[in-house]
């Protein structure tokens, strides 16, 4: 091949057109990222935390920003760019902008230093757990900073997992947004076994599912000879391709991303993650995590997989029903709050997946407000979980939490409004959350999985309302736990998280509108 | 746009947060509560004065504004007389619960002023209950009632009170789920039937008068097992008799006398005019469910040793009568049924009150321990024969005429039903005289009124036998109590003032059922 061919060849290709309007709040996240890196690099221990503090916060809102001036004359029906690799349509700027809200809150809460004198996070993580070394860690105030720049990172990977058009895209955007939170999951200042247990069991069982989800795209890539959602869709619309490959394909995918989603029962990892993960790592996963799988779930059943609903909606009854039951019922048997609400988590996993299923304007308009709905219920209350102290760290245990109520009404009492919104009481955005999802799943023609869905609330509503009677109803132990005073950036948190329960229990409309703004493009 | 509903609304939950900020003082905090809750009385009095029986509007006083515009959600309120009544029910009772809990001894660490606070947060609640017009905002104050509700009896309540508060707390929970499956099923069909998804009432009311019965029996099942659940109907009554019991007395009276008639008015509001076809469909299971509901609680009621948990029985015995007239579908009955749920309010809502005397005096809530009362409180005794009486439906009480209209009224369309419904009145006497009797009747006895030797009286007794100091009614319980035994004596010569209220309604209701009276059809002849 002569010179002047191969330059023929370069010249033919071109770098794809980017619509940097569109992409710039994602943009915006990973060079953020790339650079509170090298802020962990060049600058001196002392000014490290308030720089990366203040670069995470600025690149929050300034990427919150981009969006919302790209939202404001974005084509209403979307737009692909990166030659069609991102799909930016009104539901990912809604599932960006959701994202982007809940990371300010979890932020927050990772930043906070005075819950924990000196934050939440491990100083040295290579120190053995339990040696001398660990405990004087332990003692000291520092605080290594790390944690910002691999937040970011996963902010990165979600927000473009959620606007994947083709599964490659998904897939790398998924172990983008994975692996920083393995390691997060580690981070933990105290009970360090538990964390690390966490750390690994998580990336064990990710790296499982990050296989099954890789294995069904190389399956579905034979089916259709694409990895494009649209191409996917087009070719199971009408061929005679075999369709062992397709449902092969689709169930290996979906089993992966149901894993992120924490759907039972592909749950298993959730409760040991989730208790053991460092309380504002646990509050960003629970709520950016499922947000961005979420997102996943519904673009890639709303795309590539709608012309198939019929073949496979039966399986996914099962896996709501299953999700429903066991985070409601297992939920019923926890005595630690932290596993408490991932029992709770998986049980909503199963409600929002009953919203995702139902392939309808409400349907996916319902999932996205529930989604932002769940995101900021959670966050709060992980939250003040992790105000709840002893002289060991977090005191998550149940009983440790008898009569709150009389030593700090107002802790408790957030916590209440919290839990009555996970319970789904009305005036709380719980409640409209599981309406508009369950009246989308009726209007789709499925009733009885709503009643399941109301039976499994009323079986999850037990042990929420438990932990109320623990805090209001029972005499505090003499040595209980005490209730740190939060510093601002909890507080800040926690208020966000409660008023945004609040105000969207009494005026959903507005988020309401957003949400159904639009669909998917493909 | 009438404003008259939302300052009803309004002013208990402005008093709620007054007398929460109140109730460092608890002086204070009992007087602004008082002060709230007649207030509220004397709003409640002008909306009755505003409210026009011969008026030909179903509805009155109406107001609406738009809420959650995508579902066609509005805040709108407005009355009919069956409403009405129960709204002036709450207005009566709250004073008088607030009276007579004003020196009740709370737990330890609880103030008066979050007591009254919670009662006055539940007022709010109620009446939104009642006066909603829009299935959904009806939905949200029928779960939102729960919770003050809940901290009422598990903050303030006997020794199960945790036990007790969860029982209750679930149950009307899974019924309220059970029925937001039915309000969903109800929007989708409304969305079929009209092509715009809609709560309000009085369309949803004509746009299900076209849907098919297995859609009218299924949603109505939605519906009906909440309100049984509120209503307690056998065999969804168990929690009554444990939040009863635990309950602080004044909000046994509010839980008895008004939270439960949410489920009978249910029945009337939504079952009937909504799902007339499966109405008349499933009215023999109701029908059953009533008769045995009647006959099992009292007998239960004849068996109880805990006096608070004898009154629970004997309001699901009442409840019995109250579906009988409301499933009946006769106007007798139905207007009888309505008159029930009033002057049940007012009698079992004394007769809590009294037993609440008693065990404050006595400090034990079992029969036995009891005796010959009435010989150290001659008072207390006579008005807790009152309250028994009207229970019991003695003639020349309010009880008497309701309980006879449903009577009466069901006989020519369920003579079975009706006969046997009858036998709850004899029962009816035998528990409430033989309560009586042994509370009150005979030489003294009973470790709560003498002390015995060696026995858990003896500590507080000052010597073997010698009859405990027990004070008879002082000025502020017998105030209490005045308002109730006026009522109970008036309603029970003449009720027209209620009836002329509530029998168009009832009449409009039996409309849009679309039943004739068996009677009014033979004179027509």
Not at chain 1, 427 to 446: E, N, P, W, Y
Not at chain 2, 276 to 291: G, I, T
């Amino acid at each position: 091949m002569g010179v002047t061919t191969f330059l023929a060849q370069a010249d033919e290709l071109r770098a794809p057109a980017v619509d940097y309007g569109a992409v710039a709040p994602v943009l915006i996240v990973l060079g953020a990222a790339c650079a509170s890196v090298l802020f962990e690099a060049f600058l001196s221990k002392s000014q490290r935390w308030i720089g990366q503090v203040v670069l995470a916060l600025i690149t929050l809102v300034a990427s919150g920003t981009a969006l919302a001036i790209y939202a404001g004359d974005a084509p209403e029906q979307g737009t692909l760019t990166l030659s069609g690799a991102l799909a930016v349509d009104r539901p990912v700027l809604f599932l960006w902008a959701t994202l982007l809200l809940l990371s300010f809150g979890s932020i927050l809460l990772i930043a906070d230093r005075s819950v924990e004198p000196g934050g939440a996070f491990v100083a040295e993580a290579g120190v053995r757990p339990g040696t001398v070394q660990d405990r004087a860690q332990a003692a000291k105030s520092g605080m290594q900073t790390e944690v910002f720049p691999l937040t970011l990172f996963a902010l990165g990977g979600m927000m473009v997992f959620v606007a994947a058009n083709d599964l490659l895209t998904m897939f790398i955007a998924l172990e983008v947004l994975s692996l920083p939170l393995y390691l997060m999951c580690g981070l933990a200042r105290r009970r360090r076994l538990l964390s690390q247990e966490a750390a690994v069991k998580y990336f064990l069982l990710g790296a499982f599912a990050s296989a099954f989800f890789l294995y069904g795209v190389a399956l579905l890539y034979g089916y259709a000879g694409s990895v494009k959602l649209a191409d996917i869709a087009a070719a199971a619309a009408g061929t005679n391709r075999s369709d062992t490959l397709l449902f092969a394909g689709f169930g290996l995918l979906v089993v992966g991303l149901l894993f992120k989603a924490s759907v039972g029962p592909f749950h298993a990892w959730t409760p040991d993650v989730y208790q053991g993960a460092p309380t504002p790592v646990t509050a960003f996963m629970a709520a950016c995590t499922k947000v961005a799988a979420f997102g996943g779930i519904l673009r890639v059943l709303g795309i590539a997989f709608e012309a198939t609903e019929w073949e496979w909606r039966g399986v996914l009854w099962g896996v709501a029903i299953a999700s429903m039951l066991i985070g409601a019922v297992l939920g019923l048997t926890q005595t630690d709050v932290k596993r408490m609400i991932a029992y709770s988590s998986v049980a909503h996993a199963g409600f929002l997946l009953v919203g995702s299923i139902a392939l309808t304007p409400e349907g996916l308009s319902g999932t996205l407000f529930y989604l932002l709905a769940y995101g900021f219920t959670t966050l709060a209350a992980f939250g003040v979980v992790s105000l709840v102290r002893d002289a060991d760290g977090e005191a998550t245990h149940l009983s440790q939490w008898a009569g709150l109520a009389k030593r700090s009404p107002v802790v408790a009492g957030v916590f209440t409004f919290l839990l009555l919104a996970l319970a789904g009481i009305p005036l709380t955005s719980g409640f409209i959350g599981k309406f508009v999802v369950f009246s989308a799943a009726v209007q789709d023609g499925m009733a009885p999985l709503v009643v399941v869905a109301l039976v499994a609330s009323a079986v999850a509503a037990f042990f929420y309302l438990r932990v109320i009677v623990l805090m209001y109803f029972s005499e505090p132990a003499p040595d209980g736990p005490t209730v740190s005073v939060p510093g601002a950036f909890t507080t800040v948190a926690i208020t966000l998280g409660a008023v945004i329960t609040l105000v969207l229990g009494l005026w959903p409309a507005f988020v309401l509108d957003w949400a159904g703004a639009g669909a998917f493009i493909s | 746009m009438s404003w008259t509903l939302i300052a009803l609304l309004l002013l208990p939950l402005v008093g709620s947060v007054v007398v929460a900020v109140l109730r460092r003082s608890d002086a204070a905090a009992k007087t602004a509560a008082l002060a709230f809750a007649l207030g509220e009385l004397v709003l409640a009095g002008v909306t009755w004065v505003a409210y026009d029986p011969a008026s030909t509007d179903r509805l009155q006083l109406t107001s609406s504004v738009e809420w959650i515009p995508n579902f066609g959600v509005h805040l709108s309120f407005g009355v009919d007389g069956i409403a009405l009544v129960m709204i002036a029910l709450i207005a009566l009772l709250v004073p008088v619960v607030i009276g007579g809990s004003w020196a009740d001894k709370l737990p330890e660490g609880r103030t008066a002023g979050g007591f009254f606070s919670l009662l006055l947060v539940m007022q709010t609640g109620m009446v939104g209950v009642f006066a909603a017009t829009d299935v959904f905002l009806f939905y949200v104050f029928f779960e939102a009632v729960l919770v003050p509700m809940y901290f009422l009896i598990g903050r303030f309540g006997g020794p199960r009170r945790q036990y007790a508060a969860m029982k209750f707390f679930l149950y009307s929970l899974l019924g309220g789920l059970i029925m937001l499956a039915s309000v969903i099923g109800l929007y989708v069909t409304s969305a079929e039937t009209l092509g715009k998804g809609t709560f309000d009432w009085a369309t949803l009311v004509e746009a299900m008068r076209t849907a098919d019965t297995t859609t009218q029996i299924w949603l109505f099942l939605g519906f009906f097992i909440a309100f049984a659940i509120k209503a307690p109907l056998v065999p969804l009554h168990t929690w009554l008799p444990d939040a009863g019991a635990e309950a602080p007395v004044g909000a046994g009276v509010l839980l008895v006398g008004v939270l439960d008639k949410i489920g009978t008015f249910g029945f009337l509001r939504y079952c009937l005019p909504l799902f007339p076809a499966a109405s008349k469909e499933l009215a023999p299971l109701v029908l059953v469910l009533a008769v045995i509901g009647i006959l099992y609680g009292s007998l239960l009621a004849v068996g109880q040793t805990d006096m608070k948990r004898f009154v629970a029985y004997t309001s699901i015995a009442h409840f019995g009568f109250i579906a009988l007239g409301i499933f009946a579908f006769t106007t007798q009955a139905s207007t009888g049924a309505v008159l029930y749920m009033v002057n049940h309010g007012i009698s079992t809502g004394m007769l809590f009150l009294v037993v609440g005397m008693v065990m404050s005096r006595g400090g034990s809530r079992l029969i036995q321990d009891y005796g010959g009362m009435a010989k150290l409180t001659p008072v207390l005794g006579g008005l807790f024969f009152v309250a028994g009486l009207s229970s019991l439906a003695l003639p020349g009480t309010n009880s008497f005429i309701s309980e006879f209209l449903v009577l009466i009224g069901s006989f020519p369309t369920r003579p079975v039903h009706t006969v046997l419904a009858t036998l709850g009145m004899v029962l009816a006497a035998l528990y409430v005289l033989w309560l009586y009797q042994r509370v009150f009747q005979g030489p003294l006895r009973g470790t709560a009124l003498v002390g015995v030797a060696g026995g858990p009286g003896a500590a507080t007794a000052p010597e073997v036998g010698a009859a405990r100091e027990v004070k008879d009614l002082g000025k502020r319980e017998i105030a209490v109590l005045a308002p109730l035994v006026a009522l109970i004596l008036v309603l029970g010569v003449y009720p027209k003032p209620v009836l002329d209220v509530i029998t168009p309604s009832v009449g409009a209701t039996l409309s849009e059922v679309g039943v004739t009276d068996p009677v009014t059809a033979q004179e027509g002849k």
